[in-house]
C-alpha cells in the first residue's frame, strides 16, 4: 500500500510538470510559511502573447483570512490559482509568499504548503482510501476517516461494500462529479496545507452538502489562509472579503455584510 501511495504521489508532480512551462531557479530555497500572506504585486500575465488575462492585478490576503474570489468567465479567477502554485509565472509583476517571492523557491516546496483544489480533479485508479491519502502514505486509517468526514464523504465510503479499499476507475470515473470533487478536497486536508485554495471545487455538489462542508472547513482551517473561486453567492458567505475581477483587475472588494449581492 505504502509504494502504491508514492507511485500515486509521483504521477500527480509528473501531471504538474507536464502542464507547468516552469522551471526551478537554480538557487532554489525551501519555501517557508509562517503565516500565510499572500500577496500578487503588479501581476500581468497573458497565455498567448497577445491578450492580457491579468493587468497589472495587486492583491494582498492576510494571514488565516478567508476571501472569495469572483468575476465572470475570463475575468482571471482560475489563473491566480494556476500562478500561486507556478504552473506558470507572471509575465510582469511577482507573487510573494510570506515575503517569499516564489520564483526562487523550490516548486517541491511551494506545492507541499499551497494546495489547489479544481473543479475538474485528478484521481488514480486505485483505492479510495489511497487516493485521499496519496501526499500522506504514512497517515493511519483514523487520519484518513477524519478528512473524509471533513469533506462530507466518509457517509459514502462506508456504504460502499468495500469501503475505503474500494477501488475506482482511471479519473474517478465511477463516481459522480460531486463524490470527485469530495474526494479531492478530503486529500488535500489530509495532506495539511498552509495555504488552500478551492477553485469552484464543490461546483457539483449539492447546496446543503456544500454548506455543511464550508462550515466544517471555516472551523478546521481557522489560522490558514484560505482562497474561494467561486460564482455561488452562498460560498461568498463563508468569506471574510469578496473580491470581484473584472479584465484581469480587481473591480471592487466587499467586505462583512455587504457581501450580499455582490456579484449584482
Known amino acids: 500500500i505504502m509504494e502504491r ?5 509521483s504521477r500527480v508532480f509528473e501531471v504538474l510538470d507536464a502542464k507547468s512551462d516552469v ?4 538557487n532554489a530555497v525551501p519555501l517557508v510559511v509562517k503565516e500565510g500572506r499572500v500577496k500578487f504585486d503588479d501581476v500581468w500575465f497573458s497565455y498567448d502573447g497577445k491578450t492580457w488575462v491579468l493587468q497589472g492585478l495587486s492583491l494582498e490576503i492576510a494571514p488565516g483570512e478567508i476571501v472569495a474570489i469572483t468575476g465572470s468567465p475570463g475575468s482571471g479567477k482560475s489563473t491566480l490559482a494556476m500562478l500561486l502554485i507556478r504552473l ?3 509575465k510582469k509583476g511577482r507573487i510573494l509568499i510570506d515575503g517569499q517571492d516564489i520564483r526562487y523557491v523550490t516548486l517541491e ?9 479544481h473543479q475538474d480533479v485528478y484521481l488514480f485508479p486505485d483505492t479510495i482510501r489511497n487516493n485521499i491519502a496519496y501526499a500522506r502514505p504514512d497517515a493511519s486509517t483514523n487520519e484518513v476517516i477524519w478528512a473524509a468526514k471533513l469533506a462530507h464523504i466518509h457517509n459514502f465510503i462506508v456504504s460502499l461494500p468495500k469501503g475505503y479499499n474500494t477501488e475506482i476507475g482511471e479519473r474517478g470515473v465511477t463516481l459522480s462529479g460531486g463524490q470527485r470533487q469530495r474526494l479531492a478536497l478530503a486529500r488535500a486536508l489530509l495532506a495539511d496545507p498552509k495555504i488552500v485554495v478551492l477553485d469552484d471545487t464543490t461546483s457539483e455538489v449539492d447546496a446543503e452538502t456544500e454548506r455543511a462542508i464550508y462550515e466544517a472547513l471555516t472551523k478546521h482551517l481557522k489560522g490558514k489562509t484560505l482562497i474561494v473561486i467561486t460564482q455561488r453567492p452562498s460560498t461568498m458567505a463563508i468569506a471574510d472579503r469578496v473580491i470581484v475581477l473584472e479584465n484581469g483587475k480587481v473591480k471592487k472588494e466587499i467586505r462583512g455584510a455587504a457581501k450580499r449581492g455582490v456579484v449584482s
Open 88 to 90: 506558470a509565472d507572471p
Open 5 to 9: 501511495a508514492r507511485v500515486a504521489a
Open 109 to 117: 516546496s511551494l506545492r507541499r504548503q499551497v494546495t489547489v483544489v
Open 23 to 26: 522551471e526551478e531557479h537554480p
